[in-house]
């Protein structure tokens, strides 16, 4: 289905102009997910760390990465970027006594030299942005020659039981079977077609996976989940389908389907890739070999 036409930097700007609907996503994993895991830790961990790297945070949202970062750079310097003001406001009070440069800035016009770190964090944001490959071909310019790119995102498959909920949702208002669900945002940059896109302009990428779940027990936190991803979603809806009415029939799913079986649970597939643009990239990789484009 080809995507639909909408603006994506204004919705991204809707969506994250405050840290609520991302603080909702967030809590929800942190209190759901099995087995529970450090993600941001594990998702540093995929590299060698020297400790002296300088690091910039795109996207760097509400500064979930701020710790994990300097543990593992304690003689570096972190720069830390998002396109929101509000969640450079939330991320401001993470840095305490920490050396942290917050800029207002948007990935793909990066204020900063060529060469500049030895690390970019792209997590969970390059699906949001308008021109990906643009994004792209300006963090590998600020990189350095032998740095490299850590890019968390979502697999394609990550947690297709909302995706059901949303079909059964149009059946239930009997809307006509073109008539397709909103798709989630991520499928622009996920764990499938980021290596691909990746793969078009750097030496080698690598690809990691964690399987995980959410359980749910009852009906309040998923419908809260849902909730929170209106921003992206609704404006993919048909002009005639309003998204209470949606989101009332998946309200009425889930109450049928927890009182069945006392619970909901979500597969997750989350994951990162890892980029370079130099012969040792095995080196930077943890387990991993180099692939050739």
């Known amino acids: 289905m080809p995507e639909p036409e909408f603006d994506h930097r204004a919705v991204a700007r809707k969506e994250y102009a405050t840290d609520e609907t991302l603080s909702v996503r967030m809590r929800t994993h942190r209190r759901y997910t099995y087995p529970q895991i450090n993600f941001q830790a594990w998702v540093l961990d995929r590299i060698r760390w020297r400790g002296d790297e300088d690091v910039l945070d795109v996207g760097c949202g509400t500064g979930g990465y701020f710790e994990v970062i300097m543990e593992r750079a ?22 305490g006594e920490s050396n942290i440069e917050l800029v207002n800035g948007d990935v793909e016009s990066l204020p900063f030299a060529d060469g500049s770190f030895d690390v970019v964090l792209a997590n969970h944001m390059l699906y949001h942005v308008p021109d990906i490959d643009r994004a792209i071909r300006e963090i590998k310019r600020v ?55 990746l793969g078009r302009h750097f030496y080698a990428v690598a690809r990691y996976e ?61 994951g990162a890739l890892v980029a370079a643009d130099e012969a040792g990239f095995a080196w930077h990789c943890r387990g991993c070999t180099p692939l050739d484009k």
Not at 79 to 95: F, N, P, Q, T
Not at 180 to 195: A, D, I, M, T, V
Request: hydrophobic share 40%.
């Open 74 to 95: 304690p003689r570096g310097n972190l720069i830390a970027s998002d396109l929101s003001l509000g969640m450079l406001m939330s991320a401001a009070d993470k840095i």
């Open 143 to 197: 990189l350095r020659p032998d740095g490299v790119l850590i890019a968390a995102t979502n697999s394609r498959y990550n947690m297709p039981e909302f995706d059901l909920l949303y079909r059964r949702a149009f059946s239930m208002l009997e809307l006509p079977q073109e008539v397709k669900p909103p798709h989630r945002s991520s499928e622009r940059f996920c764990l499938e077609n980021g290596f691909q896109m």
């Open 210 to 270: 964690v399987p995980s779940v959410l359980i749910f027990p009852s009906v309040e936190p998923v419908m809260a989940y849902l909730q929170s991803t209106r921003a992206t979603r609704e404006p993919q809806l048909p002009p005639d389908v309003k998204w209470d009415d949606v989101m009332k029939m998946i309200e009425d799913q889930l109450s049928q389907l927890i009182a069945l079986r006392g619970e909901f649970i979500v597969s997750k597939l989350g």
